[in-house]
């Protein structure tokens, strides 16, 4: 009967032995073939190759995330590729950017040996443009050129508006988004330094009164073109603590008015900016042809010499993100008694130093202010 147990007891043990093994067989093989599928099928990657920016007037855009290569075609465009640390990237340009601001030749680092697209504002050539093949252009809101860009597999960021001030620093965390890395950082200290202007001029201007507030016209390359409400230009002249004559005109940063209609505005002030650009005539020449004309005469600005050139350094003061300055400058031509302590002189350092990287002698800043270019070495 023992010798009977035994046997029984080594057969037990012998069948648990194998289904031991057996087991440990199945799960090898299982953990063989799951190591094989892995293998077999590779892991889709995590890193996604587009992004989406969205534009001041709500329009998505997909764009690369990894955006090495720009065309700067729209004419605010270099400044603000400049200022964001990114004129690397810059491939082409529009060819008014070349020479239509002799301050931007001195300041930039490679505007002189960067390609200039011809016609790039009017008449864009494609085919030319795919050369240099830039993966984003940045350019004018032109419906039909920007569709053919993007339909030649660049991406095209058209200028959007609001017609706000604060566009101004809004359209630069637009091209921020779409740059990347440190432009996002650039674009929030410019955000900041706006702000903080803002505030400085505002707290003051906000409690002059009606009464206090001098009549000022804004002219636009032509005595005779104005800005109109879409335009932000009338919001700078308003929050400069003036009362823009031409606020009420339907229409954006161009408007031809009359004679007659300046006469009877007959504004305090009067501001010249963004003469002399596409064979326009310049500010200077602008202003000598009104004070030589017998019939603008009687106009207050003119006959209490209120006129005034908008300086311009890298860029029209009206129309790139030296408008924080405009807004100051205009300021306090408008009210010195208000701004006595705001130093003109120590906020251009500042901001050519901050934002273009770039340290201005006394004499560069006393030339820019003037609106006098370069002197020639």
């Not at 003061?317 to 807004?327: E, F, H, P, R, Y």
Request: hydrophobic content about 40%; glycine content about 6%; charged content about 25%.
């Amino acid at each position: 009967m023992k010798k009977c147990n035994r046997i029984i007891s080594m057969i037990l043990t012998i069948i648990m032995l194998s289904a031991m093994i057996v087991g440990c067989s199945n799960k090898t093989l299982e953990a063989q073939q799951l190591e094989g599928s892995k293998t077999e099928t590779p892991a889709a990657s995590s890193e996604a190759e587009t992004k989406i920016v969205t534009n001041l007037n709500g329009t998505e855009i997909e764009v690369p995330v990894n955006v090495e290569r720009v065309a700067a075609l729209f004419g605010p465009s270099y400044e603000k590729i400049y200022l964001l640390n990114a004129e690397d990237k810059i491939v082409a340009a529009g060819d008014f950017h070349k020479g239509g601001w002799p301050w931007s030749n001195q300041i930039y680092k490679r505007l002189d040996t960067v390609v200039g697209i011809e016609n790039a504002h009017s008449s864009l050539n494609i085919e030319n443009l795919l050369k240099y093949e830039p993966q984003v252009v940045f350019y004018f809101p032109n419906p039909e050129a920007v569709a053919s860009i993007n339909e030649a597999g660049m991406v095209a960021i058209p200028m959007a508006s609001t017609g706000k001030f604060e566009d101004t620093k809004n359209v630069l965390t637009v091209y921020a988004d779409v740059l990347g890395g440190e432009a996002v950082d650039i674009a929030k200290k410019y955000a900041n330094y706006f702000d903080e202007k803002v505030k400085l001029v505002t707290d003051i201007t906000s409690k002059i009164s009606k009464e206090d507030r001098p009549d000022v016209y804004f002219s636009n390359q032509n005595i005779l073109w104005t800005a109109g409400k879409k335009s932000d230009m009338v919001e700078v002249i308003e929050l400069a603590g003036g009362n823009c004559v031409h606020k009420e005109i339907e229409g954006g940063s161009k408007n031809e008015i009359t004679i007659e209609q300046l006469l009877e505005w007959n504004p305090d002030y009067i501001f010249v900016d963004h003469a002399g650009s596409s064979g326009n005539a310049t500010a200077e020449e602008v202003i000598k042809d009104m004070l030589d004309d017998n019939r603008y005469e009687q106009i207050k600005a003119i006959k209490n010499d209120n006129i005034y050139i908008s300086p311009t350094g890298v860029f029209f003061w009206d129309a790139g993100q030296q408008k924080v300055l405009m807004l100051m400058w205009m300021a306090k031509h408008l009210h010195p008694e208000h701004f006595s302590a705001l130093d003109m002189a120590q906020e251009l350092k500042y901001f050519y130093k901050e934002f273009y990287r770039y340290d201005l002698t006394d004499q560069e800043t006393d030339r820019i202010l003037k609106h006098l270019n370069p002197m020639v070495n």
